[in-house]
């Protein structure tokens, strides 16, 4: 199980679940292994992501995959959404997209 400190910090990485498309907040967000801790995978931020629970429940079957690379998730759909199999930084990852500047108006 993650702890509280360990779902913060994926909630300021992730920003939301990370298969892309999906607009589910961090609070509404499962902490999930990218490599399953049954096969030898750590409970850590560096073997995590945030996925929403229908994602969570047929990741294994869904054809999605996710890969750590330099602390960020990148994803790869199936082929029925990504013929190219492309992997692509995690689109709500907040490390992978600047911030947008504020547009203050006087």
């Known amino acids: 199980?993650?702890?509280?400190?360990?779902?913060r910090a994926l909630a300021a990485r992730d920003g939301g679940c990370v298969i892309p498309g999906c607009t589910v907040p961090p609070h509404l967000t499962q902490a999930h292994h990218v490599i399953p801790w049954n096969k030898g995978g750590l409970t850590n931020i560096?073997?995590?992501?945030?996925?929403?629970?229908?994602?969570?429940?047929?990741?294994?079957?869904?054809g999605w995959n996710i890969d750590m690379r330099h602390g960020r998730p990148w994803v790869r759909g199936p082929l029925i959404f990504d013929p190219?199999?492309?992997?692509?930084?995690?689109g709500q990852n907040r490390?992978?997209?600047?911030?947008?500047k504020p547009h203050w108006e006087k």
């Open 1 to 7: 199980f993650f702890t509280n400190s360990q779902r």
């Open 46 to 62: 560096d073997n995590a992501v945030l996925i929403c629970n229908a994602a969570h429940a047929s990741i294994e079957t869904s």
């Open 84 to 90: 190219t199999q492309t992997w692509r930084p995690a």
């Open 95 to 100: 490390a992978a997209t600047p911030a947008e």
